[in-house]
């Protein structure tokens, strides 16, 4: 058993994470996030990626929770077996802060024994404030370090707070973990993923293109940022600050004449094409999140698409002033929600800028292509992990897990078919 103080036992562990790895839950994150439990908070479950479509992304987090697993049973030594209870992203932007308390404090939360928060971006970088601080114990202070994670027991041995976040958006990947089987995050899922994925393992589009849940789930409220008029879709507001514009056909525009937020909720759940100024690109994606998701991938692959695209000559951009004036007249701009809103809470410059600037069709269009390879090959393992999950009741990695027929992609790249 490691040394700690058993006073406040805790555990600070440097570059747990490679930086990769938080690149891609950032990329999870910024695509399938909804309103979290607290204002100017927001949250990826795994429970939501499988009920929207997207079981498939929880690959990524398989390891990870593997990993931190056996760091808190070796940390803490302990001699029971430890449940996973939750496992979910979580980003808190501007306004949002939390008071002193221990994670298990709350009737609710009485299952939960150790804690294990993953900092997935950086502090003074990514996002200002947002530092975590114990009441008691050294060290009391952490500064979020992208790969860092820090290991708690939930109980009032460690009762800690985190200062409220001034600019931009602090991630984290954050897991409990129990000692009561009851309650085993692994066997619900697997449940849920039972319902989800058919016996018929053939990859198709319609096996990962994301589906949203209700929709409120998307909607960030103006009452969560008081002053405000009005609130924003979440993933009209992740584009709109990176320069992009929904274009949606006039037949699901005209479908409601009506401004208010419900109308422009349901417009998240619809077709639409995207446009950079005056440039539309072709393709329609299925809905809002589909979109997002593709653009999120081309942003957290750029550097690798760079080095693809310069073999894709056929771009499918229209130039909307160019357009055939028929589709030209078909196709509306609709903001869903409120610009400065949106800016004040994902418009962190130093996040921002640099997507702007480095911007491409040609690497767009690559991101296309590579994202259906990385989802398709995730989703191939999906199926062929589930009946190992399914046989042991719990989710791990499944060593050697040969996956036959698939397009040999590395992290969304396209190296060979
Ligand atoms: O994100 C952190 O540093 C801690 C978060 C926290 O205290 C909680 O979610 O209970
Ligand atoms: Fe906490």
Redesign the pocket.
């Known amino acids: 058993m490691a040394e700690f103080d058993t006073n406040h036992p805790r555990l600070h562990l440097h570059n747990f994470l490679s930086l990769q790895t938080c690149k891609e839950l950032e990329f999870i994150h910024n695509s399938c996030s909804t309103v979290g439990y607290r204002p100017n908070v927001f949250s990826t479950t795994l429970s939501h990626l499988i009920a929207t479509n997207c079981a498939h992304l929880i690959l990524p987090f398989v390891p990870i929770r593997d990993r931190v697993k056996e760091k808190v049973e070796e940390f803490f030594g302990c001699e029971f077996e430890l449940f996973v209870e939750f496992t979910g992203l979580?980003s808190w932007c501007k306004g949002s802060s939390?008071g002193w308390?221990s994670?298990d404090s709350r009737s609710y939360l009485k299952q939960r024994d150790f804690?294990a928060?993953c900092y997935l971006n950086n502090q003074g970088k990514d996002f200002n404030g947002g530092g975590?601080h114990f009441q008691s114990g050294k060290p009391s202070t952490?500064l979020?370090v992208a790969g860092d994670v820090?290991i708690y027991t939930a109980d009032s041995r460690n009762i800690?707070c985190?200062d409220e976040i001034t600019a931009g958006e602090r991630l984290?990947l954050?897991l409990w973990f129990s000692r009561d089987a009851s309650h085993d995050e692994d066997r619900k899922l697997i449940a849920l993923l039972g319902q989800c994925i058919g016996l018929d393992i053939e990859v198709k589009p319609s096996s990962y293109l994301p589906l949203p849940a209700s929709c409120n789930m998307y909607w960030f409220s103006a009452a969560e940022a008081p002053g405000q008029q009005s609130g924003f879709g979440i993933s009209w507001a992740r584009l709109y600050v990176l320069g992009y514009t929904f274009y949606f056909h006039e037949d699901e525009i005209r479908s409601s004449t009506s401004t208010s937020e419900c109308h422009l909720l349901e417009l998240l759940a619809k077709p639409l094409r995207l446009a950079r100024g005056s440039e539309i690109y072709e393709k329609e994606f299925i809905n809002s999140l589909h979109a997002l998701q593709v653009v999120q991938f081309y942003y957290w692959q750029t550097s690798e698409l760079q080095k693809i695209t310069a073999e894709n000559e056929d771009l499918s951009i229209l130039l909307l002033k160019q357009a055939l004036p028929e589709m030209r007249n078909s196709l509306k701009s609709v903001n869903l929600g409120d610009e400065v809103l949106a800016a004040t809470v994902f418009g962190h410059k130093s996040c921002v800028v640099n997507k702007h600037l480095v911007f491409d069709w040609a690497g767009f269009f690559a991101a296309v292509v590579a994202w259906e390879s990385y989802s398709a090959e995730l989703y191939k393992k999906l199926c062929a992990s589930l009946p190992h999950w399914i046989s042991h009741e719990s989710i791990f990695c499944v060593p050697d897990l040969e996956v036959p027929g698939v397009a040999l992609v590395t992290r969304g790249i396209l190296l060979s078919s």
Request: hydrophobic share 50%; no cysteine; charged share 5%.
């Open positions: 979580i939390i308390h994670d804690t928060v975590l952490f979020p820090v800690h985190v984290t954050n």
